[in-house]
Nanobody, 115 residues
Framework: QVQLVESGGGLVQPGGSLRLSCAASGSIGSIYTMGWYRQAPGKQRELVAAITSGGSTNYADSVKGRFTISRDNTKNTVYVQMNSLKPEDTAVYYC?????????WGQGTQVTVSS
């Protein structure tokens, strides 16, 4: 089992920045990819960014150049730095951890971009 605890969401004005954190615990040795997904009201959950245990990254086209995902293996934590935020980035953001057997999800943290 893997437990994921997210933090860092909130309300920010357009053009602002936020950093989300996700701390993993439990059977963390089985994790090979961690990432962030988001779900806006009435929309499907979508991948925002992901990072493998080797450090390879993948981003949604909508966030490339604005978001940066990183991983601190010593702290078992993954981060996403979100800059130049737009109202369309408003969503619940979920941390995800993939293992060979299954995927785990955090409880979600709300990000609201509004003036």
């Amino acid at each position: 089992q893997v437990q994921l605890v997210e933090s860092g969401g909130g309300l920010v004005q357009p053009g602002g920045s936020l950093r989300l954190s996700c701390a993993a615990s439990g059977s963390i040795g089985s994790i090979y990819t961690m990432g962030w997904y988001r779900q806006a009201p009435g929309k499907q959950r979508e991948l925002v960014a992901a990072i493998t245990s080797g450090g390879s990254t993948n981003y949604a086209d909508s966030v490339k150049g604005r978001f940066t995902i990183s991983r601190d293996n010593t702290k078992n934590t993954v981060y996403v730095q979100m800059n130049s935020l737009k109202p369309e980035d408003t969503a619940v953001y979920y941390c995800n951890a993939a293992t060979p057997k299954t995927m785990y999800w955090g409880q979600g943290t709300q990000v609201t971009v509004s003036s």
